[in-house]
């Protein structure tokens, strides 16, 4: 299994600003992935990234709002942009551990947004 | 759609006693299936998975058995602890747009009082 990190660990924003969090993996991954946890709720999966491509968003959520980067293929970075009380969530970076394995995942980035 | 459902919470036991969390999928084709477990404060862990029919995944005490004709994953223990109090989520796995996609249900909150 995969050993994922995650920078900021938590966060308070103020309306309107952004927040960029980061993801890290001790192992090279094709695929990564984000997904959103609001209170009390489930996994809602952002997007898709992969390396060198732009990311795959799902319904719902579109690139000027949740901009991903995939640089290298140890690490992402999710940036929540123009941010509302309404995107005050857990935010969680995963990674497919491959054809026969699920998915692993980071210890999320706690966000409230005032 | 594919999709999960799981059993409504909070459920409330007390040391020692037998735990069950239903879950039942719609998919097509033959998911995988998974139990994570989401303890306070913490990220998503992997608890337990079933790639084919008929199998038994375990951990911790932990056990479900992939039933197809039932479309169902339940989650058993025979003697739940205080540690296990925590938030369980049913998810299954199939492959969509080129990649292994992971669909979670609700999730299920579990209180273990001493």
């Known amino acids: 299994s995969a050993v994922i990190s995650q920078k900021p660990s938590r966060d308070i924003c103020q309306r309107g600003t952004s927040l960029t969090i980061q993801c890290q993996v001790d192992s090279q991954v094709t695929m990564m992935f984000w997904y959103r946890q609001q209170p009390g709720q489930s996994l809602t999966l952002i997007a898709t990234a992969n390396q060198g491509s732009e990311a795959t968003y799902e319904s719902g959520f579109v690139i000027d709002k949740f901009p991903i980067s995939r640089p290298n293929l140890t690490f992402s970075t999710l940036t929540v942009s123009n941010m509302s009380p309404e995107d005050s969530s857990i935010y969680l970076c995963?990674?497919?551990?491959?054809?026969?394995?699920?998915?692993?995942f980071g210890p999320g980035t706690r966000l409230l947004v005032l | 759609g594919d999709s999960v459902t799981q059993m409504e919470g909070p459920v409330t036991l007390s040391e020692e006693a037998f735990l069950t969390i239903n879950c039942t999928y719609t998919a097509t084709g033959y998911p995988s299936l998974f139990w994570y477990v989401q303890y306070p404060g913490e990220g998503l862990q992997l608890l337990l998975k079933?790639?084919?029919?008929?199998d038994k995944g375990s951990n911790k005490g932990f056990e479900a058995t992939y039933r197809k004709e039932t479309t169902s994953f339940h989650l058993e223990k025979g003697s739940v602890q205080v540690s296990d109090s925590a938030v369980y989520f049913c998810a299954l796995r199939l492959f969509s747009g080129g990649y292994n996609k992971l669909i979670f249900g609700a999730g299920t909150r579990l209180a273990v009082h001493p």
């Open positions: 995963s990674v497919d551990g491959g054809l026969r394995e699920t998915q692993y």
């Open positions: 079933a790639t084919k029919a008929d």
